[in-house]
């Protein structure tokens, strides 16, 4: 009597598979939810930075009297700081043209962040001068400041450059709140947006009204909120 012999043979069951599955959807949607986590804040630090440098300026103001940049170099020398650049004259209004917000030009533009630091308001290098001067934040973009007519506005700005469509979305709903039904909250506000080559300066007039479609593809995106 012969004994035949059959090989088992093995595989993974339905629930096993089923198993596997989950352990997959949670991994990715953990993986999914932290990098959601990481952008937004990416977009709230830049907030924050640009807040700070606000609040920078206004305690400037009720400290010294004066706006920051707009003082001469004999004034702040007096008090013991490194400055290296200063205003040719003082007259009560801080001259940062728009076209040199991200090049951050001689004169009033460089002495505002040199005076800011100087004054342990601002932190960074008190002496540096050019681009180099400029803060960064958390998106790979720069900060720089602008005044006069800015995107339809008037007054004095802090700029940031280098978003992404979803950062600047974001960045809108955290300054200015809630965005309409359109998407398009880059023309409206105290939070003024537009897209461009980078490093993208801001221009005196409205932008065009641009929807935040994620799904479109735009270059990147500059903001400017006003101080």
């Known amino acids: 009597m012969k004994h035949r012999s059959f090989a088992r043979q093995s595989g993974f069951t339905l629930v096993e598979i089923a198993i596997v599955l989950v352990i997959i959807g949670l991994l990715l949607g953990g993986v999914l939810k932290g990098q959601e986590m990481i952008e937004n804040a990416k977009t709230k630090s830049v907030v924050n930075d640009m807040k700070a440098i606000q609040a920078a300026y206004n305690g400037y103001v009720d400290r010294y009297k004066a706006i920051p940049g707009d003082e001469l170099q004999v004034t702040t020398n007096a008090r013991g700081w490194p400055n290296t650049v200063g205003p040719l004259a003082s007259n009560g209004i801080l001259a940062a043209p728009i076209g040199s917000t991200f090049t951050n030009a001689a004169g009033e533009n460089q002495s505002f962040w040199q005076s800011l630091r100087a004054s342990g308001l601002l932190s960074g290098d008190a002496t540096a001068v050019g681009v180099p001067a400029l803060p960064t934040h958390a998106a790979n973009g720069t900060i720089g400041i602008a005044t006069g007519q800015v995107y339809g506005l008037s007054g004095t700005f802090v700029c940031a ?67």
């Open 161 to 227: 450059s280098n978003l992404t469509t979803k950062q600047a979305a974001a960045i809108d709903v955290l300054v200015d709140g809630p965005l309409p039904a359109s998407n398009i909250g880059n023309t409206v506000g105290t939070l003024r947006a537009a897209t461009g080559a980078a490093p993208l300066a801001p221009v005196a007039a409205l932008p065009a009204a641009t929807a935040y479609n994620e799904t479109a593809t735009l270059t990147p995106w500059t903001v400017c909120m006003q101080i």
